[in-house]
């Protein structure tokens, strides 16, 4: 239902701008979040932006770095990823959710198909 792209391979303080996109669903009626998941690990909450809009959610370690935007025109969300650092490396997910429990990965319904981030230093 979701489709998440721009994934790539940067170096490290480098740049990417991840985007998710959905055919079916309108974006705009869900808490939307970006996820990722480094081998080994759990499947981590980056960042959050509630259908409500507020203050959007970040991790501690993405702060003052990463930032999360929609766009309900184009039907998309956005992870703008500056600074990039190669402990960011990972997969990562967007995912939509109508739950209030919105920080946890449980709670998303819907989630798109992964793009690879990988930073290299």
């Known amino acids: 239902q979701l489709q998440a792209s721009g994934g790539g391979l940067v170096q490290s303080g480098g740049s990417l701008e991840l985007s998710c996109t959905s055919s079916?669903?309108?974006?705009?009626?869900?808490?939307m979040a970006w996820f990722r998941q480094a081998p080994g690990e759990e499947r981590e909450i980056v960042s959050a932006i509630r259908r409500s809009g507020g203050e959007p959610y970040y991790t501690n370690s993405v702060k003052g770095r990463f930032t999360i935007s929609r766009r309900n025109t184009k039907n998309t969300v956005y992870l703008q990823m500056n600074g990039l650092k190669p402990e960011d490396t990972a997969v990562y997910y967007c995912?939509?959710?109508?739950?209030?429990?919105?920080?946890?990965?449980?709670?998303?319904?819907?989630w798109g198909q992964g793009t690879q981030v990988t930073v290299s230093s």
């Open positions: 079916g669903l309108f974006l705009g009626n869900y808490h």
């Open positions: 995912g939509a959710s109508q739950n209030v429990n919105w920080r946890e990965a449980v709670w998303y319904k819907y």
